[in-house]
């Protein structure tokens, strides 16, 4: 039930690109991304409402494909500060919100 | 101001203890949950409150028993604490708007260590 993030880890030197998936096995009507530092909470990074919607935040972008039930989050250009953890994350249900499995990205100097 | 806060950051208690935590926002959501986060970073859904009533209760032993005196505050208490229950617990708080879930607003977390 709990949607399907890929990779699990990724390491990447500054300035490289990244690309995170999330995939539910449920009809999805919106997905959300976070970032999670090491030792902090998770932070909102954005929603995406509308099947095939695209927004940005800076040099990271997603994508939101309904009928394939995925979303995708891309990091451009990669910066040290966007290392941690991330989660895309769902509602499923009425006032049942879950989180993917998560992302470990590393970013080196 | 902090947007939901919960106390205490740090919990190191022996197995069988009984501990709390607190949590409080001051975003006027209407909705408010407990996450399990375990040591493989897995963010697992407790519990979820509106207006203060239960609605989410996912497949939680009866020793965790959450309380919401009010919408603004969701507290957790732990009965006979086991060595399973060491983890993270993170307090987060939203707004409802239909099918779809407002943005999470995150308290600091309580980590919790069970002896």
């Known amino acids: 039930q709990q949607p399907v993030q890929s990779p699990q880890a990724v390491i990447l030197r500054e300035g490289e690109d990244a690309v995170i998936n999330c995939s539910s096995s449920?009809?999805?009507?919106?997905v959300h991304w976070y970032r999670q530092k090491h030792g902090e909470a998770p932070v909102f990074l954005m929603i995406?409402?509308?099947?095939?919607e695209q927004k940005g935040h800076e040099k990271i972008s997603a994508s939101f494909n309904e009928k394939k039930q995925q979303s995708s989050l891309y990091l451009t250009a990669s910066q040290l500060s966007y290392s941690g953890t991330y989660f895309c994350?769902?509602?499923?249900?009425?006032?049942?919100?879950?989180f993917g499995t998560g992302t470990r990205l590393k970013v080196l100097a | 101001d902090t947007a939901v806060s919960q106390t205490p950051k740090y919990l190191v208690t022996q197995m069988g203890n009984d501990k709390s935590i607190k949590c409080e926002q001051n975003?006027?959501?209407?909705?408010m949950y407990w996450y399990k986060q375990d040591s493989k970073k897995f963010l697992k859904i407790m519990f979820s409150?509106?207006?203060?009533?239960?609605?989410i209760n996912e497949t939680v032993p009866n020793r965790f028993s959450p309380k919401s005196p009010d919408k603004a505050h969701l507290n957790l208490h732990i009965n006979s604490l086991e060595l399973g229950d060491s983890a993270v617990y993170f307090c987060?708080?939203?707004?409802?708007?239909?099918?779809?879930?407002?943005?999470?607003?995150f308290g600091e977390g309580s980590r919790l260590t069970v002896l």
């Open positions: 987060a708080s939203s707004q409802e708007t239909g099918k779809n879930t407002g943005e999470l607003f």
């Open positions: 449920k009809a999805l009507y919106s």
């Open positions: 995406l409402l509308k099947g095939g």
């Open positions: 994350g769902t509602t499923s249900g009425t006032y049942k919100y879950i």
């Open positions: 975003l006027g959501h209407d909705t």
């Open positions: 409150y509106n207006n203060k009533e239960l609605i």
